[in-house]
C-alpha cells in the first residue's frame, strides 16, 4: 500500500468519544508528504489520569473545537485507507462517528497486528519497539501527530519486510482474542490503552464477552475510577494469563 493516512487519538476519559487530540500523516507513494496534529474538547472532559499520559488538560482544549465541528478541516483524510497501530484509535473513531452522527465508513489496517505477523521473534510489537528495531527517529509517544508519524514509518518498513503471511489473514474471534492477550503481555506490562481497547473489544464481541465474563468486570472495576496504578496493572495482567492459559 503505497497511499495511505496514518491516524492516531489521544482520549480524554475513559468514554471512547472523548478524543482530546487526533494526529495524522499522509503518505503518498511511500512518503510521507503532510502531518497535521489538532487538539479537540473531548466529550464528558478531561480525567485527571488521561491527562497524566499525555499532558492533555482542560486549560489546552477549552476554546478548541469538538470533534464534529474539526470534522469537515479533515474529512478529506478518511478517503485513503486508515492505518494505526492499534484497535483503540478505530473504536474512538467509529465512537465518533456515531455520536456525532458523520456516517464514515473507511478500510483501516491496525500495523501493531501486521508486526506481530511479520516479526514474530520481537518481544514485543508496541510502536516505540518497532521503532528502535527499525532504527528510525525517536519520537514523543502520545503525541497524537509524533505517533502518527512513528506510525505511518513503521508500516512502510513493514511492508518491505518479507512475511509469508498476507497483510488481510482472516482470524476468527476466538484467535483474534487470544492475539490480543498475547500481544499485551509479550512486554509484561499492561498499560491503559491496552486495557480500554482489550474492554471495548469485549464489549463490540458479546459471545467472547460472555465467555469472559469475569476478566470483562475485573477489567471494568479496575478501570471505573479513571486511574491504572501499578497495583492495578498488576491485577489485570494476572487475568489476562489465567485468560490465555484456558485458551491454550
Not at 505477523?117 to 509517544?141: A, I, Q, R, W, Y
Not at 499492561?190 to 464477552?209: C, F, I, M, P, R
Not at 471494568?220 to 497495583?231: A, G, Q, R, T, Y
Request: aromatic content about 10%; charged content about 30%.
Amino acid at each position: 500500500m503505497k497511499d495511505f493516512i496514518a491516524i492516531d487519538f489521544e482520549t480524554g476519559n475513559p468514554q471512547r468519544v472523548s478524543a482530546c487530540a487526533v494526529g495524522y500523516a499522509k503518505v503518498s507513494d511511500c512518503k510521507i508528504i503532510e502531518a497535521k496534529g489538532y487538539l479537540i474538547k473531548p466529550v464528558g472532559g478531561h480525567a485527571p489520569f488521561q491527562s497524566k499520559i499525555h499532558g492533555i488538560k482542560d486549560e489546552h482544549t477549552f476554546d478548541k473545537p469538538v470533534f464534529g465541528e474539526l470534522f469537515p478541516e479533515i474529512k478529506d483524510i478518511f478517503i485513503y485507507p486508515l492505518v494505526a497501530h492499534s484497535l483503540f484509535d478505530k473504536q474512538v473513531l467509529n465512537a465518533l462517528s456515531d455520536h456525532f452522527n458523520l456516517g464514515l465508513k473507511f478500510d483501516y489496517v491496525d500495523s501493531s497486528a501486521v508486526a506481530k505477523e511479520k516479526l514474530p521473534h520481537l518481544k514485543d510489537c508496541k510502536l516505540k519497539t518497532l521503532v528502535k528495531h527499525f532504527g528510525l527517529s525517536t519520537f514523543k509517544h502520545h503525541d497524537a501527530k509524533e505517533d502518527a508519524i512513528a506510525c505511518a514509518n513503521v508500516f512502510l518498513k513493514l511492508q518491505d519486510h518479507a512475511t509469508e503471511k498476507t497483510l488481510q489473514s482472516s482470524v476468527d474471534e476466538i484467535s483474534e482474542f487470544k492475539g490480543m492477550l498475547k500481544g499485551i503481555l509479550a512486554d509484561e506490562q499492561v498499560n491503559y490503552k491496552e486495557a480500554y481497547e482489550l474492554l471495548y473489544w469485549l464489549e463490540d464481541h458479546s459471545e467472547t464477552g460472555k465467555q469472559q465474563k469475569i476478566l470483562y468486570f475485573k477489567i471494568k472495576e479496575v478501570l471505573d475510577d479513571d486511574h491504572l496504578d501499578c497495583i492495578e496493572a498488576t491485577e489485570i495482567k494476572i487475568f489476562l494469563e489465567q485468560a490465555l492459559r484456558e485458551l491454550e
